[in-house]
């Protein structure tokens, strides 16, 4: 029997409170390991108007500068006049509050990991999980980076938002935003766009357009052309006359940022990860170095997910991973493909056991999660927080590749043919 229904997801700008917050710990980050991989970092903030706290655990022989780093990082989010946005990177007070981390925590993980040229993985048995958890990695063929469709389009307008913002094309715009998709599925297919709203910051006036209802008609204008259409481009699912286009719907957004709401790390995680699509394991990412779980072994699963769907031995794949402090190996391992899986499930959960390394020490080894801020001159971590940590073509993520798909096309059909994997 056909079935048609709705899904909603939802994604904010970089200028959105929380996600300020998670792009300040995530700089903060990408600092102390470009300087000294072997960090131990928990670093969360909290921003209000004209402030901003930095608290949480850190453990490093790195020398930063706190406080420059957080300025820096509130500049090119877009906060550069407290005039105009109520809160400004040069004016806002900066306050630190960091202890080391707790050597309860520590121990699990004290174990120092090597080099990507000299690990060991004897060693990697060794050095358990930061904390406690479980995580979900999630994959499906509804678009090209193989995620929900709801939770791509969100992000693509919420990116849109920030360039257009940003290149002076839609320079009226002020960096708060929050976007939202509705999309509508027949048979679990995406056939349609029910609802686009968009909700973003902007200037009380815009040139000599200074009544209310003129200005909004005029962002109004603006986003359908310049920011929404564009990001269909690639994709067979478009909008057509039936879509609704909301656009600020109180009537207008000029209070926004930190002088709007609070913000704080670690808020936003579904928006984080596949926009209520698939399940949440309940650990936030940003501020995490990567011998936190809920950081690496989330990365790791959406590899699974991703590459057992880029094989073509499923449509929708979910993968669950949950740790113990302190233990290396996984307590469990879970594979579910709803349905629309080409080999059974259990299948599934061999090849992922036999094929992928799942230990903390060897995700953040597969990946080079310690060594990639270095790499990349002081930016890796920070660029995620913001606009989607999975998914995202714009930046060449370890966890987004493919690179196991034929391997895993390759060891089912042998165990199906009964030759062993």
């Not at 900066?94 to 993980?109: M, N, P, R, T, Y």
């Amino acid at each position: 029997m056909s079935r048609r229904y709705f899904f909603t997801s939802e994604s904010v700008t970089e200028g959105h409170p929380d996600k300020i917050c998670d792009q300040i710990s995530d700089t903060i980050l990408d600092a102390l390991l470009s300087q000294d991989p072997k960090s131990r970092v928990a670093a969360e903030v909290v921003v209000n108007t004209g402030l901003v706290l930095v608290t949480g655990e850190i453990s490093s022989n790195a020398q930063v500068n706190y406080v420059n780093l957080v300025r820096q990082k509130i500049a090119e989010i877009g906060y550069t006049d407290a005039t105009n946005n109520g809160f400004s990177a040069d004016s806002c007070s900066v306050l630190i509050a960091l202890d080391e981390q707790s050597q309860d925590i520590a121990q699990g993980v004290d174990q120092a990991i090597e080099t990507r040229e000299d690990a060991s993985e004897e060693i990697w048995d060794t050095i358990g999980a930061g904390d406690q958890g479980l995580m979900f990695g999630f994959a499906c063929n509804e678009t090209p980076e193989l995620m929900p469709l709801p939770i791509s389009l969100a992000h693509r307008i919420s990116l849109q938002l920030s360039v257009a913002r940003k290149s002076g094309q839609l320079a009226y715009l002020r960096p708060d935003g929050k976007t939202q998709v509705t999309v509508i599925y027949e048979d679990g297919r995406p056939v349609g766009i029910d609802t686009i709203l968009v909700s973003t910051q902007h200037t009380e006036t815009i040139g000599d357009i200074t009544d209310g209802a003129a200005v909004q008609e005029r962002i109004k204008t603006d986003l359908w052309t310049h920011v929404v259409l564009p990001i269909f481009a690639d994709l067979a699912v478009k909008p057509d006359d039936s879509t609704r286009f909301l656009v600020n719907p109180t009537g207008k957004f000029v209070i926004g940022g930190p002088q709007g709401d609070s913000g704080l790390t670690g808020r936003k995680i579904i928006v984080d990860t596949y926009g209520g699509y698939s399940r949440h394991g309940g650990g936030a990412f940003s501020g995490k170095d990567p011998t936190k779980v809920d950081r690496s072994a989330a990365y790791v699963s959406r590899y699974v997910a991703k590459n057992i769907v880029a094989a073509g031995l499923a449509e929708k794949c979910e993968v669950q991973l949950s740790y113990a402090i302190g233990v290396a190996r996984p307590v469990s391992i879970f594979v579910e493909t709803f349905g629309t899986g080409k080999v059974d499930d259990d299948l599934l959960l061999d090849l992922v056991q036999q094929h992928f390394e799942l230990r903390p020490a060897g995700i953040i080894h597969t990946f080079n999660l310690q060594a990639l801020p270095g790499d990349r001159q002081g930016r890796f971590f920070q660029e995620v927080a913001a606009y989607g940590h999975f998914g995202r073509t714009d930046l060449d993520l370890p966890w987004e590749k493919t690179d196991k798909a034929d391997l895993l096309k390759t060891a089912a059909s042998k165990a199906l043919a009964g030759v062993g994997i």
